[in-house]
């Protein structure tokens, strides 16, 4: 699936000309009104009236939507593309490693009229992505590197934690954080794998 059409999907999709607005399920619609501006309630599924011209309506994709960080993301194409390339940082007993997972999200459709005023289409490249980055860094930076193996559950809670306290104000709910690869940097750039996906840590 090319990352664009996943993106175009996610963020907002203008619907243009008529009097009416269709809103399929999991989505949400806002309406910016040429005279007062984006309008703050909220339109859920089904078939809605809009003036034709002078009201322009955007939808939201309000499921939950996977960030994916890895190695070889790419997002020299846009922006905005839900995810971001793998975070390498120094644990807290010096271990220098590579983090990849995953951030499940969502629009918090009650916000979404303040989201899409203060944010426009920009959500990943102004929050998701930077915020995700450091808190992520900045939380495996206090742990070391045994604590990241014996613990995995309760790191990826205190992801979710750290950036639900950073999402919420900004129209988004962080659902989940989770860990599928630490790999060991050495000195000479191996990697050595600590934790992958299919490890099951007690």
Same mark, same amino acid.
């Given at each position: ?38 309008? =703050?309630?909220?339109?859920? =599924?089904?078939?809605?009236?809009? $003036? =034709? @011209?002078?009201?322009? !309506? ?9 960030? *994916? ?5 790419? $997002?020299?194409?846009?922006? %905005?593309?839900?995810?971001? %390339? ?25 916000? !979404? =009229? %303040? ?5 426009? %289409?920009?959500?990943? *490249? ?9 808190? $992520? !860094?900045?939380? $495996?930076?206090?742990l070391t ?29 962080c659902e989940? @954080? ?25």
């Open positions: 699936m090319e990352f664009d059409r996943l993106v175009v999907s996610f963020l907002v999709d203008e619907v243009v000309g008529g009097f009416f607005i269709s809103v399929p399920p999991g989505h949400v619609a806002c309406i910016y009104d040429r005279g007062r501006g984006v309008l =703050p309630r909220i339109w859920g =599924p089904g078939l809605h009236f809009k $003036i =034709p @011209f002078w009201q322009v !309506a955007k939808l939201f994709n309000a499921q939950i939507v996977e960030y *994916s960080i890895s190695e070889g993301f790419d $997002i020299s194409k846009t922006k %905005e593309a839900l995810g971001d %390339e793998k975070i390498t940082v120094m644990t807290k007993d010096g271990q220098d490693i590579s983090i990849e997972g995953s951030v499940l999200f969502r629009i918090d459709k009650h916000n !979404a =009229p %303040e989201l899409w005023e203060n944010l426009g %289409e920009n959500v990943v *490249s102004k929050v998701v992505r930077p915020f995700s980055r450091s808190k $992520i !860094a900045g939380i $495996i930076s206090d590197l045994d604590q990241i193996k014996q613990h995995r559950s309760q790191v990826e809670n205190l992801v979710k934690e750290e950036l639900n306290k950073y999402f919420q104000d900004r129209g988004l709910d989940g @954080f989770l860990l599928s690869s630490v790999k060991l940097i050495h000195a000479r750039g191996e990697k050595k794998i600590v934790i992958d996906s299919s490890e099951t840590i007690r």
